[in-house]
């Protein structure tokens, strides 16, 4: 039996990377990428701390958020499918439209 | 055994979540973020969640990940590294690596099931899966969580249409 702790630290270190991925890459697609693997930290922590607790309601939870992910992604890539259409570039730092 | 698991699977995840955010190419970064999710999928086993671990994979490594595949590919973001010397090495790595992981995941799931050494085993009744238990508590008491949740996808659909729609 693996302490939860050692997965709690595991989850930190992969949500940290996302983040780390979202100010360091410049793509939309990316970070895209980076923001479902900081959700994919999150899933991990509920698992391990529903297994804590002896529920298993967590897991339902895992359930929601990976269909959250999944309407997140489908919607993102539309938004990034049209903004390339209108910019013809994906970098984050040309689409400043609503920068002021 | 379960701790070798444990330490195999999260330095690999590690590492290929490391490589996701540094390679420029973003088809790289998406094939290593597949990896990265099927070595998460055994960890969820090892924590007893074996119906997740196959929605992750099915969902994540399988449906997320097309979607986004397809979009690069529409996009021809690719150009830079066909031009660049050694694409073979990453795809290489990324296949091997991600064959191994679903193999450890099959013998996972069938070493638990087999020595009926499940980490839900508390949570479940005797007899009974983590799928039944789950779905169990899904029907009942997270009823209306989840019918909203369906309406959620459908807006989602009708949304990534009217986005992604060609307007003339």
């Known amino acids: 039996m693996i302490d939860t702790t050692q997965y709690l630290v595991l989850a930190a270190v992969l949500f940290s990377l996302g983040v780390a991925g979202v100010f360091i890459r410049r793509n939309a697609i990316v970070i895209f990428m980076c923001i479902e693997l900081m959700l994919n930290a999150v899933n991990l922590t509920f698992l391990a701390l529903s297994r804590n607790l002896g529920k298993i309601d967590g897991q339902v939870f895992v359930f929601f958020i990976m269909t959250v992910a999944a309407a997140e992604a489908a919607v993102g890539l539309a938004i990034i499918l049209s903004l390339y259409r209108r910019r013809q570039t994906l970098n984050v730092d040309e689409v400043n439209l609503l920068k002021w | 055994m379960e701790q070798v698991m444990f330490w195999l699977c999260g330095i690999i995840a590690i590492i290929f979540s490391l490589m996701m955010i540094l390679k420029r190419n973003p088809v790289h970064s998406a094939l290593c973020l597949v990896v990265v999710f099927v070595s998460l999928a055994v960890l969820y086993v090892l924590l007893g969640a074996e119906f997740l671990a196959a929605v992750q994979v099915i969902v994540y ?79 009942t008491k997270y009823l209306l969580p989840f019918e909203v949740t369906s309406v959620l996808l459908l807006a989602a659909i009708v949304g990534a249409i009217v986005l992604a729609g060609k307007k003339e």
Do not use: H, W, Y
């Open chain 2, 61 to 139: 490594a399988g449906a997320i990940m097309v979607l986004f595949l397809f979009v690069i590919m529409l996009l021809n973001l690719d150009q830079e590294v066909r031009s660049q010397g050694k694409p073979r090495l990453v795809l290489k790595t990324c296949s091997l690596v991600g064959t191994g992981l679903v193999l450890l995941l099959l013998l996972t799931a069938g070493g638990f099931r087999a020595a009926g050494v499940s980490g839900q085993q508390a949570l479940a009744p005797a007899g009974t899966g983590n799928t039944r238990a789950l779905a169990e508590l899904l029907f």
